[in-house]
C-alpha cells in the first residue's frame, strides 16, 4: 500500500514556504525524498533513517517521527526552481532497498 | 560518472508487437529497478534486481511482461504483446548495496501502443 501525501497540490510565491507531508501505514525503516520535473526523471533530495531525524540541504529539509510512520518535507524561503513534483519512497523494515513512492505533489512556484 | 543510460527514449508501437526497453545501470551498483509511471497509478515498481538476480517481481502486472538482467550492466523489460494500456514512462533505476542508498533514475522510456 502505497504512503498518502498531501497536499496533492500547492501554489506558491517566490519567498513562501511550504510543507509536503508523507504517511504511511507500515512501519518504516526510511523514507527518501525525490522531485521530478515535469518531462524529466526523479531526482533523489535526501534520505532520513532514524525516528526523529531532521536533515538538510540549503533551503530544503525534512524530518522523520518513525513512531508516527511520517515525513514531512521543508521547503523554506521557495525558488522558481523548485517547481516539480515532489515523491516520498518509503522503505518498510525488513525489505531492502525497495521503495513504494507516494501519489506525489505537485509544486508550483511563482514569480 | 555517468548515469543509467535508457533507450529508447521513445517508442511508438501497434498493439500486439513486442516491446524491449533497455537499461544500463551505474557501474557499481547492485540493486536495479524497473519503474512504471502513468498519471492514474503514479510511480510503480515493477520488479527489482540484486546481483542480477530479480528479488521481487510482484509489480509485474500481467505474464505478457518479462525482465532480465543477463550481466551487471545491461537489463531489458519485455512486452508481448503490448496493449494501449501499456503507454506510460518506464523508468530504470539502480543503487549500491542494500539500504539507506538512494535510487538513481535514468530518463526514461515514453511508449505509447497505438
Known amino acids: 500500500q502505497q504512503p498518502v501525501q498531501s497536499p496533492q497540490a500547492v501554489i506558491l510565491r517566490e519567498g513562501e514556504d511550504a510543507v509536503i507531508n508523507c504517511s504511511s501505514s507500515k512501519a518504516l525503516y526510511s523514507v527518501h525524498w525525490y522531485r521530478q520535473k515535469h518531462g524529466e526523471a526523479p531526482v533523489f533530495l535526501m534520505i532520513?533513517?532514524?525516528?526523529?531525524e531532521q536533515k538538510g540541504h540549503d533551503k530544503i529539509s525534512a524530518s522523520f517521527n518513525e513512531k508516527k510512520q511520517q515525513s514531512s518535507l521543508y521547503l523554506t524561503a521557495s525558488q522558481l526552481s523548485y517547481s516539480g513534483t515532489y515523491f516520498c519512497g518509503t522503505e518498510p523494515l525488513n525489505a531492502g532497498n525497495m521503495l513504494t513512492f507516494g501519489g506525489g505533489t505537485r509544486l508550483m512556484v511563482k514569480p | 560518472d555517468a548515469g543509467v543510460i535508457q533507450s529508447p527514449r521513445h517508442e511508438v508501437t501497434e498493439m500486439g508487437q513486442e516491446v524491449t526497453l533497455r537499461c544500463k545501470p551505474i557501474s557499481g551498483h547492485d540493486y536495479l529497478f524497473w519503474y512504471r509511471q502513468t498519471m492514474m497509478r503514479g510511480l510503480e515498481l515493477l520488479i527489482y534486481?540484486?546481483?542480477?538476480?530479480?528479488?521481487?517481481d510482484s509489480g509485474m502486472p500481467e505474464d505478457r511482461f518479462s525482465a532480465k538482467m543477463p550481466n551487471a550492466s545491461f537489463s531489458t523489460l519485455k512486452i508481448q504483446p503490448s496493449e494501449p494500456r501499456d503507454s506510460a514512462v518506464y523508468f530504470c533505476?539502480?543503487?549500491?548495496?542494500?539500504?539507506?542508498?538512494?535510487?538513481?533514475f535514468g530518463d526514461g522510456t515514453r511508449l505509447s501502443i497505438l
Open positions: 532520513l533513517l532514524k525516528g526523529g
Open positions: 533505476a539502480s543503487s549500491r548495496t542494500f539500504s539507506n542508498q538512494p535510487q538513481h
Open positions: 534486481f540484486n546481483n542480477n538476480v530479480p528479488i521481487d
